[in-house]
């Protein structure tokens, strides 16, 4: 089983399939493929990085410490390095860098944050960091400096400047990072004030925001401090302190993403990992080392990945959160629910069954376009792609585990211009027991992908039925699909992660769109993305205005009138808009107690949250918990020991000191790991993991939020037996299956439990309950070694 990802695995079969037609003279080398000869990864492994590093990689950062289960590090390595550094023992995964794409599609008074600025104690956010990840960033507007004309942003991170070397009269001599030394140019808060005070200040600190004013809006909801007086397009002036952020103190590092040419996306997801890690070193090095607390928010996203929480960025996040205080990442749920970017099929295909799903690309397109599907890892898809034509040709079949498929759209066309459409079906992922199915279409250059209808075909090839989710990248002019498209399980990555506080966004007021559709006051957004995950677990986690929302605007400047004469201000909506609303209460919640952690956060959040009416009931697909409250998560938000609130204060010295996190249990996440290499070393350890995987979440979302589910949980000692299993995982080859726990047998605890389960849960839940239950039923008492190796043996 290769440790590359399949897109990588069809990159360079894509490479190959070029590189033998050129040598073959079938074709002129100019009419291949743009294939890159350095690609960005991120790497999952548990061994020494310098193995990594000998075997290729140029290592940008690594997330996890020695003591962690398994480490991610991103770097860049050149192509035909990639299947060596797949090939080190202790590398798990080797994720090819995705394209990510901003999510722009009287709010402060809606989500009731406006009180909390006013009393004996305002929270404002003051001593606490709000890191944005984003586009651009147009640092000189007055709402983000203090009223002396100096900068509230401590440190810009620039990724797509490359340094410049000094010149004569420069006021200091660009550098990037230390962290991350090959990559973008870094400004500090002085270098940022030299430049507020020069003649041409986009000379001095040389990032900008011109393209759309993306990164300058989502700053400014959650943190423009409002000073700015100014008009927005066509309107009269409005006065300063109108446009309020929701922490209008709070310090600000910005990251400006790598921008990605042609397809309108602006970043990569390495880099947008790199990005969190960046932040929280800033954050943590502030105040001599003491730190600050810090929330990022993060609006951009992407389409591809598992959609479960298991992509290689996310996992980078969740190590940078888990066990940490003073730390929190907001993300925009994306504006993909009426996008028509994911289908998947309405009931399970069965076993001998066939599954069609078309989508539509439209004519001139000469991107390079991705489709990505995956399914249940219990069952087997065989896939065929066919391309417009009559008659359509249409592909051979590749079944899971085939070496890539190199499939020709218009074999009629001139050879110069033939497109190829490069289909890889994976084994198991190890990381969630599924399966995946990617098809990668990279024309020549200048040449459009053949524009019409496609079909991919799935049949079932295994012995339980396929529950198969497919979803189109995004970009301008982009696929969509045709049929079996959905609203639901929209949520763009890395908004599935666990740790991460994923928003949707909702109207505070009416709206009318330049197509003339009207959104009215409470109502969900039409373009908001919808959960649930893949696996049904809950996101969306809350809902923010994200409709029509008014913030900062880029690249607006005064003259010799009065402000109210210039566009300092701007309407724009998406989740983008959403997410920002949140990561400001966030750092107000911060200022009142550093101490907190994420889930403490999303707790407080989640728990206060407003129901929305119309019928909605709590938590919900498209909702999360609800509309934010501020007021209300505040409330819910206790006090420190000690009185140790945020930060210190806004200009503390900046030293190289980072303060450690607090981890969680090493030696029991060891042993977990040992415990999954030992099942996982038998096909029934396949089995057995996909089936856990795949109803993990939703059970423990019965046993968290259903009173009659945990009722019968733990009148039937279901934390005993939790604990009772996490014992297999110390020596799992000598372990057996406990036959009770306490005085009563294992198999009556077990049947109650699942009759439970069985009444309470999802219909998928009730059948593989009935498909097992009996199996399940007989493992008490033997050990684990011979249920792993009766049923392996068995088939």
Request: charged share 20%; glycine share 10%; with cysteine.
């Amino acid at each position: 089983m290769s440790a590359l990802d399949p897109r990588l695995q069809s990159l360079l079969a894509t490479r190959d399939h070029h590189g033998g037609r050129v040598r073959s003279r079938a074709v002129a080398p100019g009419a291949a493929p743009a294939i890159p000869d350095r690609v960005g990864v991120l790497v999952k492994f548990t061994g020494p990085p310098d193995d990594l590093r000998h075997a290729g990689l140029e290592v940008e950062a690594i997330f996890g410490d020695e003591a962690s289960a398994f480490r991610i590090a991103t770097g860049t390595i050149a192509l035909d390095a990639a299947e060596a550094l797949a090939g080190v023992p202790h590398v798990i995964k080797v994720e090819m860098d995705r394209p990510v794409y901003g999510e722009l599609d009287v709010s402060t008074v809606e989500i009731k944050a406006k009180p909390l600025r006013s009393g004996a104690s305002p929270l404002t956010g003051q001593g606490v960091v709000i890191g944005v990840i984003d586009d651009g960033f147009d640092y000189r507007h007055h709402a983000l400096r203090f009223s002396s004309g100096g900068s509230r942003v401590l440190f810009i991170w620039d990724q797509s400047q490359t340094v410049r070397a000094r010149r004569p009269g420069d006021p200091f001599q660009e550098a990037a990072p230390p962290e991350f030394p090959t990559l973008g140019v870094e400004y500090s808060q002085a270098q940022i004030d030299q430049a507020l005070r020069a003649s041409d200040p986009l000379d001095v600190v040389r990032t900008t925001d011109d393209s759309r004013g993306h990164g300058t809006h989502v700053t400014g909801i959650a943190a423009g401090d409002g000073s700015q007086a100014g008009t927005k397009p066509d309107e009269t002036c409005s006065g300063a302190d109108t446009y309020i952020g929701v922490a209008p103190m709070a310090d600000i590092i910005f990251v400006k993403n790598v921008f990605e040419a042609g397809v309108n996306a602006i970043g990569r997801s390495r880099n947008l990992a790199n990005a969190v890690r960046y932040i929280f070193i800033r954050a943590a090095q502030l105040d001599n080392g003491t730190g600050r607390p810090c929330v990022i928010n993060i609006s951009q996203g992407d389409n591809l990945g598992p959609h479960d929480g298991t992509s290689l960025v996310e996992q980078a996040i969740n190590l940078e959160l888990n066990g940490r205080q003073g730390r929190a990442v907001v993300k925009s749920a994306g504006n993909e629910g009426a996008a028509d970017h994911h289908a998947m099929s309405a009931t399970p295909i069965p076993v001998g069954g066939s599954l069609s799903i078309t989508f539509s690309v439209k004519a001139g397109d000469t991107n390079d376009r991705f489709l990505e599907c995956w399914y249940n890892g219990t069952t087997s898809l065989d896939v065929t792609l066919a391309a417009p034509g009559v008659p359509p040709p249409v592909s051979a079949v590749v079944h899971p585990g085939d070496a890539p498929l190199v499939f020709i759209t218009n074999p009629l066309a001139l050879a110069a211009n033939q497109v190829p459409a490069t289909i890889a079906s994976t084994e198991l992922n190890l990381d969630n027991g599924d399966k995946q199915i990617t098809v990668d279409f990279r024309s020549p250059v200048g040449v459009s992908i053949p524009n019409g209808t496609y079909t991919i075909r799935f049949t079932n090839t295994g012995d339980q039925p396929a529950v198969v989710h497919c979803w189109l990248d995004r970009g301008s002019d982009s696929p969509v699909f045709t049929s079996n498209f959905t609203r639901s399980h929209t949520i763009s990555i890395p908004g599935t992660a666990d740790t991460v506080i994923t928003v949707a966004s909702y109207a505070a007021e009416t709206f009318t769109s330049l197509s003339g559709a009207i959104t009215e006051p409470g109502e969900l957004a039409d373009s908001s993305s919808r959960g649930p995950r893949r696996t049904d677990a809950q996101k969306p986690d809350i809902a923010a205005p994200g409709v029509s929302i008014t913030a900062a605007r880029a690249g607006s400047h005064g003259g010799c009138c009065c402000d109210c004469c210039y566009t300092f201000y701007v309407d724009k909506s998406g989740t983008s808009m959403a997410a920002p609303h949140v990561a400001g209460v966030v750092a107000l919640m911060f200022q009142r107690n550093r101490t907190l952690d994420w889930q403490a956060i999303k707790t407080a959040i989640t728990t206060t949250a407003r129901n929305p009416g119309g019928g909605v009931a709590l938590p919900d697909r498209n909702w999360g918990a609800g509309k934010i409250d501020a007021s209300a998560a505040l409330g819910a938000t206790p006090a420190p020991a000690g009185g140790v609130g945020g930060g210190r204060s806004a200009r503390g010295p900046v030293t190289q000191t980072v303060r450690p996190g607090v981890m969680h249990d090493r030696s029991m996440l060891r042993r977990l790991q040992r415990f999954q290499q030992f099942v996982l070393q038998f096909p029934a350890g396949h089995h057995w993991a996909a089936l856990v995987s795949r109803h993990f979440d939703e059970v423990l979302r019965l046993i968290n939020t259903n009173r009659r589910v945990a009722t019968i949980w733990h009148r039937n000692s279901g934390p005993a037996l939790v604990r009772a299993a996490l014992t297999l995982a110390e020596d799992p080859a000598r372990a057996s299956i406990p036959a009770g726990v306490g005085d009563v047998p294992l198999t009556e605890q077990l049947d109650r439990i699942f009759d439970n389960w069985r009444r309470l849960g999802s219909p998928r839940l009730a059948a593989d309950i009935d498909r097992y239950r009996a199996e399940v039923l007989t493992l008490p008492g033997r050990s684990l070694q011979s249920i792993l190796t009766d049923r392996s043996s068995a088939g």
